[in-house]
């Protein structure tokens, strides 16, 4: 999954930058730069995962 494929979610779902970011306990700038290409296995389970209790949280 690349940064882009991310992003393109965070626009589906209407999720800000900043409400992942402080959903991973990480600064907006730390994900902008995780967001940059390739996703590391790990950072992409991370975003994977906080998108879901994100979008669980809103329902």
Same mark, same amino acid.
């Given at each position: 999954m690349t940064g882009e494929d991310v992003k393109k979610l %965070?626009?589906?779902?209407q999720i800000c930058q900043w409400r992942l970011a402080q959903e991973l306990n !990480?600064?907006?700038?730390? %994900?902008?730069?995780?967001?940059r290409g390739s996703l590391s296995v790990?950072?992409?389970?991370? !975003?994977?995962?906080?998108?879901?209790r994100l979008i669980a949280n809103e329902e």
């Open positions: %965070l626009r589906d779902k !990480i600064g907006e700038s730390t %994900l902008v730069r995780w967001l790990e950072h992409e389970k991370s !975003i994977l995962k906080a998108m879901e």
